[in-house]
């Protein structure tokens, strides 16, 4: 039997659990190795592949050796992307050093639509030994996975860049709105304020943080001694990168925005609720918090700053400045 009919079946008994659409495997570099459910083309598997690629490679980045999957929430789908987690057996971890894949958990991963009532988290735990069958299957086959060489002319080259645009055609503008670069002294207090009531009422919170466009914090608190402000700030840009690229791939795969990121590791969990123009981060610790209990507790505060970043964006001088006219003036004084 051929290594991906052998896959196929693997990921067909996935797609038969209750609420599951469809699955696609893909590496690392966002190649797509084989996929079950329903697909409209090879360039959308193509385009799903290397979004959620790229959000698995960020989560790698902010969570590189406790991340168990990624789940992104919307109002009509959730998606799974979960590293395929090494089996457990000698001769197969020297195949693995034979073929000089030092980290395997990252070298491919799975992404699961799902309809928006099902609990993705079961899913997974249902599918784990389904994943490290697939895994093994990988490993022994002894293929690298590297994607074909192939020559794209410019036509085509055109068509996979248009299959990315997800956005409306519009003029290109230099100019900066004044909201993504400060909030108003009262609105950054009552921000503060909130963030203080997370981290009474959440012990074991790490951090949280509101980033604005561009990926600037607008305010934070940092609990965790091992995280500094300057660490924080990347966090905060990654976050903001990892939220964008997760909107990306839902309306890709059902026209939808994505309402919250869920990142599930060893020891923590770090939610991504969107705002708007923003997001809302927190990192939380598992030893005393059950997921059940933060997910009920998180939208309240989560409603309370989607209220101030919307009076914000409200009362902010809605006047742009032109970087170009800017720059003249500054020149002729």
Known sequence: ???????????????????????VLTQR?????????????????????????????????????????????????????????SPLHTSLNKILEMQGILDSNHEFFIAIT???????????????????????TLITSGESFKP?????????IQNIIEGFNIKETEDFDLRVSSFSLSFSEA????????????????????????TIEGGFIASKILKNTDIDSDKLDKISAMSYSLFQTANRCAWLLKKMQA???????QNSFQFIDGLGKAIFSTEI????QKLGLIRLILPQ??????????????IQDHRSFDIKRMLGELVIK
């Open 1 to 23: 039997m051929h290594l991906k009919d052998k896959i196929g079946i693997h990921l067909d008994q996935i797609k038969q659990l209750k609420g599951v659409e469809n699955a």
């Open 29 to 85: 570099d966002g190649n797509p190795i084989q996929s079950t459910g329903v697909w409209f083309s090879k360039d959308e598997i193509f385009n799903v592949s290397s979004a959620t690629s790229a959000i698995f490679n960020v989560g790698i980045h902010l969570h590189p050796k406790d991340l168990k999957y990624i789940l992104i929430e919307g109002k009509k789908a959730k998606i799974l992307i979960a590293p395929l987690n």
């Open 114 to 136: 799902a309809q928006p009532n099902i609990n993705l988290g079961g899913i997974f735990l249902q599918t784990n030994e389904c994943l490290k069958k697939i895994k093994t």
């Open 148 to 156: 074909p060489l192939i020559q794209f002319n410019n036509q085509k």
């Open 187 to 210: 609105i950054s207090l009552e921000l503060r304020k909130v963030l203080k009531n997370i981290s009474i009422t959440i012990p074991d919170l790490n951090y949280a943080f509101i």
């Open 259 to 265: 309402d919250r990121i869920l990142l599930d590791c």
């Open 285 to 288: 610790g598992k030893l005393r």
């Open 301 to 314: 505060f989560s409603k309370k700053i989607d209220s101030l970043v919307k009076e914000a964006s409200e």
